[in-house]
Structure formats: structure tokens, C-alpha cells
């Protein structure tokens, strides 16, 4: 296998400094590695070598210098990361949003509050789609609703015993540090 060099124009090789500059000071340090890496190759070095310079392995080095060859400054600049496509489409998720949005009890459920559980039996049973409860939650940061916690409250309970014993009697209880006496 012969080895990668590239021969770079001086004015590129200045461009490049450039931009190494401009990425190192916008924070983009992976963007600013991987022109390193161009200019280390320019100047004579090995993946391997520039590998071992830059900590990162030598198979992503190589990529590094293929892409820069084949697409130029574009090649080394972060790109989009796809992912998994989603599962559901936009009005899905639309129609997600109005099942959720009128309510647990109008959709047939005894409860009136919405639990990750129970969407995703609905986005099965609507959509054909399995999620899994946990992810449910991101689903729905997405469409626009946010998690609710309910706040607890004794249903019985006097409300002014409960103030009496949140301003007198829970700060006795609450340790103090001691003084230490002076010598």
C-alpha cells in the first residue's frame, strides 16, 4: 500500500492555517484536528505517524486525508449526522399531539393523566410503531409537551398545623453546628 501524501499550494496551505485558527476559536477542535492533520501530511508525515501525533487512529486519519482529497475544505468540516431515520412521519406526530393533547380520559383511559406507558400503547395501537417508554418522553419534548410532575398533597391534613410545624417545629429539629468555646 503506498502511502497518502498530498502537495498542497502555499496559498492553500495559508488558507488552511486560517481556517485551523478560525475553528480553534469558534471550538470546533475536531474540525481544527483534522486540517492538522492535512498540513501534517503536507509536511511530509504518515497516517501513522500523524496518528500518533494527534491521538486518534490511524484508519480515521486516512479518512480525514481521502475526504480532504476528494471533496477539498467541505471534506473536513463536521457533517451532518443522519442517525436512525424516525419512525414516524410529521403528521403522525401531529396526530400523536392531538390524541395527547385532548386528554387520556377522551381517548378511553380511566386516569387522567398521561403516563409514557400508556403512549406508547396508543402509538402502537394508532401508528403500528413500537417505542419503548423511555424513549416516549424525548418523542414528545420534540412535538412540543414537557414532562409534568404531580405535587403531593395530604388530602386530609390541616393547613395550619402543616405551617405551624414547617416554621416552629422543623427547624428545631434540623441540626445546628455547635460552638466550639475559645481557649
Not at 405551617?163 to 475559645?182: A, C, G, I, S, V
Amino acid at each position: 500500500m503506498r502511502a497518502r501524501v498530498l502537495k498542497l499550494h502555499p496559498m492553500t496551505v495559508r488558507k488552511l492555517l486560517r481556517l485551523k485558527k478560525e475553528a480553534e476559536a469558534d471550538g470546533a477542535i475536531r474540525v481544527a484536528r483534522r486540517i492538522h492533520a492535512v498540513l501534517l501530511n503536507h509536511d511530509g508525515h504518515t497516517s501513522g505517524r500523524i496518528a500518533d501525533l494527534l491521538k486518534s487512529p490511524r484508519s480515521r486519519v486516512s479518512e480525514w486525508l481521502r475526504n480532504y482529497e476528494d471533496f477539498g475544505e467541505d471534506g473536513l468540516l463536521e457533517g451532518h449526522r443522519p442517525g436512525r431515520p424516525p419512525a414516524l412521519d410529521s403528521a403522525q406526530k401531529q396526530a400523536l399531539a392531538d390524541i395527547v393533547e385532548s386528554g387520556a380520559i377522551a381517548y378511553g383511559y380511566l386516569s387522567g393523566v398521561w403516563t409514557a406507558p400508556m403512549i406508547t400503547r396508543v402509538i402502537e395501537e394508532e401508528f403500528g410503531v413500537a417505542y419503548h417508554p423511555g424513549h416516549v418522553g424525548k418523542l414528545l419534548h420534540k412535538i412540543g409537551f414537557s414532562v409534568q410532575r404531580p405535587k403531593r398533597k395530604l388530602m386530609r391534613a390541616n393547613p395550619k398545623a402543616q405551617d405551624r410545624w414547617h416554621r416552629h417545629t422543623y427547624p428545631n429539629l434540623k441540626k445546628t453546628p455547635q460552638r466550639r468555646e475559645r481557649r
